[in-house]
Each structure stands twice: as structure tokens, then as C-alpha cells.
């Protein structure tokens, strides 16, 4: 059925250190596994960030830790984002590197014409004498040479073979969506490849079609509705649950 975590009705704070206990991990291993000191973790999880030094690092500590405890990364960044006002304003690169100091470059200087043409002299010089010294050696025999014939002999009645590829039958799984109540998704393929992340509004709808596998995250599942290759699905969740679900294509029926 997938991991679910109340994450609407908790701060990012508790929801991390839900998770943590949930995989039975400690802040020391959280630490290790992360490289981040205990001492900020243990923040965190008291919404804490005055350790971090800064939204900035704050985000990235929150994506760290909650990858380590099974979390969705970037979902959880995204619900951190909301309940801190957004994401935080981006970097002009001229607030980081300031030419302050000017950069002496070495002066130009003209080409020595004397040396290049004392080794141009040279070069003829010496082409010259080893157009003298091959002689004959430059003609090509052709008398000797067949010409190979550029069409293979093919026996006559012999069948073609099909590649591989060619009769391998696509497995396609469509997943249509719908919101009750808006609600952030994500949604990838059996590669990886996102379909989808973002905020579903509600009332709105979307559909997704892959190869072999598409797996979901649903902020709160209770939001959504889901049908799967045309039939629904039903999804046990209650107000306010993260849900993460794979869904293959349709069973074939042998003949």
C-alpha cells in the first residue's frame, strides 16, 4: 500500500522526526548517513532552524533529512516551502563575484616573420626531395584488384527474420487523475522520468500514459481519485496522508 504520514495537519518538524522513529533510525545515524550535525537535526525536528544559517541551507538540511528517513525530497521541500512562505528568493550572480581587481594581461606581440619563413623554406625543401626520392613508388596498381560486389548473395525463398524489437509488444499503463481538493502529485515513469509535479488545483484533472510502470506520490490521497488503465482505484487513506503507489499495464488474458 505504500508509506503515509500526516503531513497537512504536521509541521516539518514533526513530520521528520515521525518519519525517523517510523524507520527506527536515530539522530546519530541520520547524522552519519547525512553529514549534518546532530545539533541541527535535533532542530529541525523543534522547527528549529537558526542553526542552518539561513533559508537557504534550512531547505537543503530538510531535503537531506528527508531523504534519509524515507521521505519524498522534493515533496517535502514543497510543503516546507508553504508553511514558510514560499521558496526563497534566488541569488543575483553579481552579489557573489565582484571584479574588484583589475586583471593584467601580457601585451600582444607581432608575429616573428624571420623564423616563420625560415621554417616554410624548410618544409619545401624538403617536400622536394621526397617527391624525387619516391619515384614510381607513387603510382597505385589497380590491374590485380577485384572489385568486391556491393549486394550480398542471398539465397532465393530464404525468409527474412523480424528483429526483436520489432515484435516486442508495448505494455502501456494510463493513470487518470482528479482532485477533490488541491493537493501536490508527482508522477514518473519505470525510467524515472518525471510526468508530472506540481500542485493539482481542484476540480482538475490530468492523465498520464507510460511504458511498463507509472508510480505516484500524493501529498494528501484523500484529495484525489484515481483510475488506473480504466478502473478505479481505491485508495485507503485518510485526511491529510501521503501515499506512494506503482501501477502496471492490464493483465493479458493467454489464448
Known sequence: MGEAFVVQEQSIGAMLAAARQAAGLTVEQVSAATRIREAIIHGLEQDDGSQCGGDFYSRGHVKAVAKAVGLDPEATVHLYDQQHGGAPRPVAASAVFQADKKINL??????????????????????????????????????DVQVASARPKVPPNMPVEQPAAAKAVKRTVTVEIKAKRSSYVQAHDAMGRKLFAG????????????????????????????????????????????????????????R
Do not use: C, H, Y
Not at 109 to 135: D, E, K, Q, S, Y
Not at 216 to 230: E, I, K
Open 199 to 254: 500542485t493539482l488545483k481542484a476540480g482538475k484533472s490530468d492523465t498520464w500514459s507510460a511504458e511498463d510502470k507509472v508510480s505516484v506520490l500524493l501529498a494528501d490521497a484523500s484529495a484525489v481519485t484515481l483510475q488506473v488503465n480504466g478502473k478505479k482505484v481505491k485508495l485507503d487513506a485518510g485526511r491529510g496522508e501521503m501515499l506512494r503507489r506503482s501501477f502496471g499495464p492490464p493483465k493479458t488474458t493467454a
Open 106 to 143: 601580457p601585451e600582444r606581440r607581432g608575429p616573428n616573420w624571420t623564423m616563420a619563413l625560415g621554417v616554410a623554406l624548410a618544409i619545401v625543401v624538403v617536400f622536394g626531395m621526397m617527391r624525387v626520392l619516391g619515384g614510381a613508388s607513387d603510382q597505385v596498381r589497380t590491374a
